[in-house]
């Protein structure tokens, strides 16, 4: 009778699986597989450790970017305020300016020193960023592959805003 029950429970529960086997490895594939899944059951995480590692410090890293891009916003205002300023000051961006790009920009500068230091901060902080998420491991794991790239356009763009920032400064009204 024992042997009876087993193999009725065992039927029952392989049909079950069989049945619902889409449904179990759908969810399993939110833990990378069946592996991942017995990896989340008895360790408590479906990821081995080096590339737990490399996903932990992606997410550090992911945090550090989204702060860059309120800093990038504060340098492109105080950028259009040295010129707005410049307009106004002794050196104007306007047909009767003879001198040239360099000594435009030198003037801003002067006039506004916070701002060469705060682009020169935020671009190496920048570069810092980029080498970290470059050194990162991927081990290779596609999702870890995916998220430094990811990154890795997310710091061009930001550079690419910074470069393009910079090039107002030179640019006049007589080009």
């Not at 450790?49 to 992606?58: A, C, G, H, N, T």
């Amino acid at each position: 009778m024992k042997s009876t029950t087993a193999i009725a429970t065992a039927v029952i529960v392989t049909g079950t699986l069989i049945y619902k086997r889409n449904a179990i490895f759908s969810y399993c594939n939110g833990y990378r597989g069946i592996q991942g899944f017995f990896r989340y059951i008895w360790i408590g995480d479906y990821l081995p450790p080096p590339i737990r590692k490399s996903v932990d410090e992606l997410d550090e890293l992911d945090e550090l970017v989204n702060k860059c891009e309120p800093q990038l916003d504060h340098i492109e205002t105080l950028v259009q305020r040295a010129l707005l300023d410049s307009v106004d000051g002794p050196i104007s961006i306007s047909n009767e300016f003879v001198g040239s790009r360099e000594e435009l920009q030198k003037q801003i500068f002067q006039q506004n020193p916070e701002l060469r230091k705060d682009i020169g901060m935020f671009s190496s902080r920048l570069d810092r960023l980029a080498a970290r998420i470059d050194s990162v491991m991927s081990h290779s794991d596609e999702e870890v592959k995916r998220r430094k790239k990811q990154l890795s356009s997310k710091i061009v763009l930001l550079m690419t805003e910074l470069d393009k920032i910079i090039t107002t400064l030179c640019l006049t009204e007589n080009d």
